[in-house]
């Protein structure tokens, strides 16, 4: 009885503990702007807020390696900015803005490069990502250019056409949203990576495209945490019924001796 009762506190302690247990750290708020392939990565940017307006903004690329569905946090990577009213094409460094660091915190945001960037004219920009890969593997270093509409309000004689799905359900929240992201690539792993002069894909489709994946992928996290969670309240309310008995047991057979 000593030895089960031991084992019902060790059940207790380790549920307690897997309530209080830290979580991983949430990544940089936004939607999906655009994904696509390179040779070695998957990547997505994101933007907070959106739609856009005059002002700051937070601008997030997020890379992945498709070889191992895991966040890539060994690269440099900076931004230009290409103006609505700069020469094209994007981006020359005495020409258009920047370079502009995106920082990465491998600890809390892995996978995920963020900075704040303002815009300071409505229009079409382009913003150009350039990923610097260590000596080492200096052969995944990539260039991908996306384009961005900044608005100059939201008011006005016409109003901003919002996506049905890029709303803040949609957003991309990422320490989560890479694992969820990573989880989802693993499932459809049997299908082939596009090719990287297939990179960029429409700005407007992409939130739509992301939305199904990350909706699906949290639900499935949601149902096996939540049966994880019962397995160790199933376990001590077996060990109760099963030392019940025994219990009860006791002082009969002690009387009995006697």
């Given at each position: 009885?000593?030895?089960?009762?031991?084992?019902?506190?060790?059940l207790?302690?380790m549920?307690?503990?897997?309530?209080v247990?830290p979580?991983?750290g949430q990544?940089?708020?936004?939607?999906v702007?655009?994904?696509?392939?390179?040779?070695?990565?998957?990547?997505?940017v994101?933007?907070d807020?959106y739609?856009?307006l005059?002002?700051?903004?937070?601008?997030?690329?997020?890379?992945y390696d498709?070889?191992?569905?895991?966040p890539?946090?060994?690269?440099?990577?900076q931004?230009y900015?290409a103006?609505?009213?700069?020469?094209?094409p994007?981006?020359?460094?005495?020409?258009?803005r920047?370079p502009?660091?995106?920082?990465?915190?491998?600890?809390i945001?892995p996978?995920?490069?963020s900075?704040?960037?303002?815009?300071d004219?409505?229009?079409?920009?382009?913003?150009?990502?350039?990923?610097t890969?260590?000596?080492?593997?200096?052969?995944?270093?990539?260039?991908?250019?996306?384009?961005?509409?900044?608005?100059?309000?939201?008011?006005?004689?016409?109003p901003?056409?919002?996506?049905?799905?890029?709303t803040?359900d949609?957003?991309?929240?990422?320490?989560?949203?890479?694992?969820?992201?990573a989880?989802?690539?693993?499932?459809?792993?049997?299908?082939?990576a596009?090719?990287?002069s297939?990179?960029?894909?429409?700005?407007v489709?992409a939130?739509?495209?992301?939305?199904?994946?990350?909706?699906?992928?949290?639900?499935?996290?949601?149902?096996?945490?939540?049966?994880l969670g019962l397995v160790?309240?199933?376990l001590?309310?077996w060990?109760i019924?099963?030392?019940?008995?025994?219990?009860n047991?006791?002082p009969?057979?002690?009387s009995?001796?006697?």
């Open positions: 009885m000593f030895i089960t009762r031991k084992v019902i506190t060790a207790w302690l549920l307690l503990l897997s309530f247990t979580t991983p990544a940089h708020g936004g939607v702007i655009d994904t696509g392939f390179t040779d070695h990565f998957e990547w997505l994101s933007i807020p739609p856009t005059l002002g700051e903004a937070t601008l997030t690329l997020l890379v498709i070889a191992t569905y895991e890539m946090s060994d690269l440099t990577v931004i900015l103006a609505p009213d700069a020469p094209r994007c981006c020359q460094p005495e020409t258009h920047g502009i660091d995106l920082i990465v915190d491998p600890e945001y996978g995920d490069y900075n704040v960037v303002t815009f004219q409505p229009g079409d920009w382009e913003l150009q990502f350039v990923a890969a260590p000596e080492t593997i200096g052969a995944k270093s990539f260039t991908l250019v996306v384009p961005l509409q900044i608005h100059a309000t939201m008011g006005g004689s016409q901003i056409p919002i996506d049905a799905n890029a803040p949609v957003a991309a929240t990422a320490t989560m949203f890479a694992q969820n992201v989880e989802a690539r693993q499932e459809n792993s049997s299908q082939a596009l090719p990287s297939q990179e960029t894909t429409n700005a489709d939130p739509a495209d992301s939305a199904p994946t990350l909706a699906v992928t949290r639900g499935t996290n949601w149902w096996l945490w939540g049966g160790p309240i199933v001590i309310g060990l019924l099963v030392s019940g008995p025994r219990d047991e006791s009969d057979k002690e009995s001796d006697s």
